[in-house]
């Protein structure tokens, strides 16, 4: 059941704020919807976005700027949190990198974590919910999101074209088992044996992609971003579309950095990318 916190006009339409309790995760779960103006309450084609490091359910609703052309499209707009709150497994606040907020969209398997983290389970709960209790078209319902959350949504998409038949990422983690962010977690969520790692890393998974997502990939990248070349690799994810002929618009912008001026620059863009394919 969802548990309404607050709702404030946006646009013509009307943003929310949600809890639930997550079965997947086994604590409740806060996300936030931005649906639009929809006097016929017809079945919309859904967005979820995938946050980064450190963020929440709000951080992507109140930076990005997304809800003008969200209404403008038709879209509603799914955000939810970066990982449990309250799960008490000792050292999670510890660093800003991993633990809370930091859930990398994975199902943890060593003890301690595997109680509770659980964020790969939990967008597909999620996913499901919001077919069930908004008006979400379930046969169109697309994804992206930023760093973490970009690795996020590539995983997701590319393990799930059916949930997720729409997938674009701004900075993304592309591929985490060279990044120093992506050892750490999946170290510490999933132990030492880094063959278990590849179903959580896109270029891995790009590489042995089947069947291409037919309308293509959008990923933007800064020049000017600080974690570009020690965290985030586009050239690897780049070099394993080639090969598995999936067509991608990989857009490097000079000066743009990691934070939120440059996801608000080029929102428009997504939005525009998944509602032409949502709505085809
Ligand atoms: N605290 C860190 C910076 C953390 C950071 O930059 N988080 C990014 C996502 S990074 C990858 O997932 C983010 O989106 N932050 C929220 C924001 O509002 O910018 C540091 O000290 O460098």
Known sequence: MLEL??????????QRFYRHDSQAIGLPMRFSVFIPANPDNARLPGLFYLAGLTCNEETFMIKAGAQRFAAEAGLILVAPDTSPRGANVEGEADSWDFGVGAGFYLDATKPDWSKHYRMQSYIHELRELVIAELPVDGARVGIF??????????????????AFKSVSAFAPIAAPIKSPWGKKA???YLGDN????????????MARLQTPFPAGILIDQGLGDKFLDEQLYPDVFEAACRSAAQPLELRR???YDHGYYFISTFIEDHIRFHAKNLTA
Do not use: I
């Open 5 to 14: 916190l607050s709702e404030h006009a946006c646009f013509g339409g009307v």
């Open 145 to 162: 999101g930023h760093s973490m959350g970009g690795h996020g949504a590539l995983t997701l998409a590319l393990k799930n074209p059916q």
């Open 186 to 188: 999946f170290t510490g």
């Open 194 to 205: 880094q063959e278990t790692w590849e179903q959580y890393d896109a270029s891995v998974l």
């Open 253 to 255: 912008h000079a000066l």
